[in-house]
């Protein structure tokens, strides 16, 4: 099946003399209520492309489908030319731009112009496909990189003004070490201890492994 100017039907394979001739299309990727669709299509005419092989997809927020652009994918070959008024209708983020880009260029081994970047168009450089493939990955290193900074700035402000971080540390009873010296005596077990002091045995445990440090912070409470 094919999907050409949003209509999907069937399609012969084309023969090898079509094949020796360079075939030409466009690209369209609009969101719901888009009001330059004529627009768009009257710069892709212009550009050279027949209306009749203008694939069009129509993406809502939370559909991702692209059955257009699997359509053209499968009938790109090499040395087709392909038009995109724009970069971003080539995906909804860096990511899927970078994807998409690579699978016309690379592995379609179509051309590929962006009608509003006249110097993205892989006729005038062959390296022109290697290098937005580099700038889209430096481009999602600095994002990373930003990203990875603002969190530490983060979380050194908050520290700044006192903000706990994780599980907030269950506060230790007063009579932990009357509990925790009966356990250690084997006057009661684990878990009547941690009965005792209403945790969970786990915790108590725990502060029972650590109960130096535990029964110091106990006094500290208290006081």
């Known amino acids: 099946m094919d999907f050409r100017f949003g209509v999907c039907f069937f399609t012969h394979k084309t023969s090898q003399r079509e094949r020796i001739m360079r075939k030409t299309y466009g690209y369209m990727r609009l969101s719901p209520g888009e009001q330059r669709e004529s627009s768009y299509l009257a710069m892709l005419t212009e550009a050279g492309v027949q209306k009749e092989q203008v694939y069009i997809d129509r993406i809502s927020g ?15 070959e090499s040395d087709d030319m392909l038009f995109v008024v724009s970069l971003n209708h080539l995906g909804k983020n860096s990511e899927e731009v970078k994807e998409h880009w690579q ?22 450089d062959e390296n022109i496909k290697d290098l937005v493939v580099q700038i889209f990955e430096e481009i999602s290193k600095i994002r990373k990189s930003y990203s990875h900074q603002r969190q530490i700035e983060g979380i050194k402000k908050a520290k700044e003004r006192n903000v706990s971080f994780g599980r907030h540390t269950k506060p230790i009873p007063k009579d932990f070490k009357k509990v925790a010296d009966m356990y250690d005596k084997k006057q009661i077990s684990a878990r009547s201890a941690a009965e005792r ?11 029972y492994r650590n109960r130096g440090e535990t029964i110091r912070n106990t006094h500290s409470d208290i006081s």
């Open 62 to 76: 939370t559909d991702s489908e692209c059955a257009a652009f699997r359509c053209l994918v499968r009938d790109l």
């Open 103 to 124: 699978i016309i260029t690379k592995d379609c081994g179509s051309d590929l112009a962006v009608l509003d970047m006249p110097l993205l168009d892989t006729r005038q």
């Open 197 to 207: 002091l209403n945790v969970s045995p786990k915790t108590f445990l725990k502060w």
